[in-house]
């Protein structure tokens, strides 16, 4: 009996605080969206009693795992999941999983306040992280060598950049790889010669560049307009993904995620509604 009463305690999703039955949610995943997460995470426990939600970042490699290994309830992504992480969840759980746009964001490109540098195209920065150009001066900058930032491998940010700009090329091996986005923002703010990419909501205390398709293109910034009407040619979508159709505490937090509530915290950080 008292191995019995054991297990079903440990089963219990509920935590009693201070005589009140609190239901959690686990909330893990891209670091981009960490600090949009636990802005929502804060405000939502404000208004909602009986809820507690606890948000972890480590990429959304490492989120995604979690999902799949049944430790998070709810997996933040800057990347769409591979159907191999999908066939995952169906072996488990018997379901593909459900997939939740969240939000937008423009992927900007950062360089330090002081460079000369306003704008690069897709190609250019693709020659920059994969090695091909190696001196600003071969892209109008000054004569000193790129020293390129970037994510490491299980960020979703790392494979998004990746697939959509180095077109599934490799990064450089003398790209240095960073713990974060907000990590990549504080190495390029210290580096005259530095580069580096991330969340649209990080960008603070660099200089985002304008980004062009093509050399005959115009060049667009990271903003609520490119973003919205496609000109800005790195934008992406951010994701919740969970295992199965969400239901009681966890559908009502997505919902009010999608709210004009929820959405309006969204502009408050600094990315953009989905809608």
């Known amino acids: 009996m008292k191995t019995l009463a054991v297990a079903l305690a440990a089963a219990l999703t509920l935590q009693v605080t ?20 636990q802005r929502w995470a804060e405000k939502y426990m404000s208004k909602t009693s009986g809820v507690t939600i606890q948000v972890t970042g480590g ?21 769409p999941m591979k159907p191999s992480e999908r066939e ?11 997939e939740i746009k969240v939000a937008r964001d423009g992927l900007s490109v950062y360089v330090h306040e002081s460079s000369p540098i306003t704008e690069l195209s897709i190609a250019q920065l693709k020659a920059i992280y994969t090695g091909q150009i190696t ?4 892209v109008g900058g000054r004569d000193e060598r790129i020293i390129v930032y970037g994510r490491e491998n299980n960020s979703g940010t790392y494979v998004y950049f990746k697939d959509n700009v ?32 991330g969340g649209a909501a990080y960008g603070r205390g660099i200089r985002e560049i304008k980004v062009k398709r093509d050399a005959g293109s115009t060049a667009y910034p990271p903003n609520a307009e490119t973003i919205k009407n496609g ?14 159709r969400p239901a009681g505490a966890v559908k009502e937090y997505i ?18 509604p989905v809608r």
């Open 18 to 37: 201070a005589g009140v039955a609190q239901e959690k949610i686990t909330v893990k995943g891209s670091d981009t969206m960490v600090i949009l997460a």
């Open 59 to 79: 990429g959304s490699g490492t989120g995604i795992s979690a999902l799949i290994n049944g430790t998070t309830d709810i997996c933040n992504a800057s990347r």
């Open 88 to 98: 995952k969840l169906k072996v488990r759980y018997g379901s593909l999983g459900v």
């Open 135 to 138: 001196n600003w001066k071969d």
């Open 166 to 197: 180095l077109e599934g090329d490799d990064y450089t091996p003398s790209m240095q790889s960073m713990p974060g986005t907000a990590a990549v923002v504080n190495a390029v703010a210290k580096d005259k010669a530095g580069i580096g990419y």
């Open 231 to 244: 000109t800005y040619p790195i934008s992406r979508f951010l994701y919740m993904y969970v295992k199965t």
């Open 255 to 272: 919902d009010w995620i999608l709210s004009d509530e929820g959405q309006r915290v969204v502009n408050e950080v600094g990315y953009f």
